[in-house]
């Protein structure tokens, strides 16, 4: 069964502080794995898709990487609209109709 | 980037009544449409997947006679909750994709209050 885990569950940061979130997970071969965000009463918004272990994607504060095992996103000097919670999820290449697997996102607070 | 509406974006009903939402992808034809279900600082839940013209795949424990799903187009998908209660309360997201290894693009999601 594929399984996804997200730490920590929680993060406050100052800021301009960076950090980086973990995305561990256990897949019956990798398809591709996906970062999300998401703002308090809203839908998931796309950030990034990573395939193969060694791969990284930029977009503005944010960086994801991806190892055979897991992956990370990192927020370089976040700002206060930085603050979300953020959602990594797989898709293994034998998932039925694209489905994804989610982990339990980590929730970034980002102080002023 | 794609985008996908949902509407109602809120809605109030008594229980035992039916609740219908829908899930349009705007600018892209979407081969699969997915029905999650978010309860308060949780992650996405999986309900089911959906292709045009067929039936949709449910997943454990997903009840099919209350949670029905008709995908009547390449851009509509719709949800009905059946004789809904209480329990029911909960936020549901729908998202949608263009195919194989294609990212899924979420809808604004849908609160439902059973009352």
């Known amino acids: 069964e594929d399984q996804v885990t997200q730490s920590p569950e929680a993060l406050r940061l100052q800021e301009g502080e960076s950090s980086s979130l973990n995305c561990s997970y256990t897949v019956s071969g990798l398809r591709g794995l996906f970062w999300y965000r998401q703002d308090p009463g809203k839908g998931p918004e796309f950030l990034f898709t990573?395939?193969?272990a060694g791969e990284e994607k930029e977009k503005e504060r944010l960086k994801a990487t991806l190892t055979k095992k897991e992956s990370f996103l990192h927020i370089t000097a976040p700002k206060p609209e930085d603050s979300a919670t953020y959602l990594c999820a797989v898709q293994a290449r034998k998932a039925a109709g694209n489905k994804l697997t989610f982990g339990g996102g980590t929730r970034v607070l980002v102080k002023p | 980037g794609a985008v996908v509406s949902q509407h109602p974006s809120r809605v109030i009903c008594k229980s035992g009544t039916s609740v219908k939402i829908e899930c349009r992808s705007l600018?892209?034809?979407?081969?699969?449409m997915f029905w999650y279900r978010q309860f308060p600082k949780q992650s996405l839940m999986l309900m089911a997947t959906?292709?045009?013209?067929?039936?949709?795949?449910?997943e454990q424990g997903v009840e099919k006679d209350k949670f029905l799903i008709n995908h009547a187009s390449l851009t509509l998908s719709t949800l009905t909750v059946t004789s809904a209660h209480p329990e029911d309360s909960s936020f549901y997201i729908c998202s949608a994709d263009r195919g194989i290894q294609e990212t899924q693009y979420f809808g604004p999601g849908t609160r439902l209050l059973v009352l």
């Open positions: 600018d892209f034809q979407a081969t699969t």
């Open positions: 990573l395939y193969s």
């Open positions: 959906s292709n045009e013209g067929s039936k949709a795949t449910y």
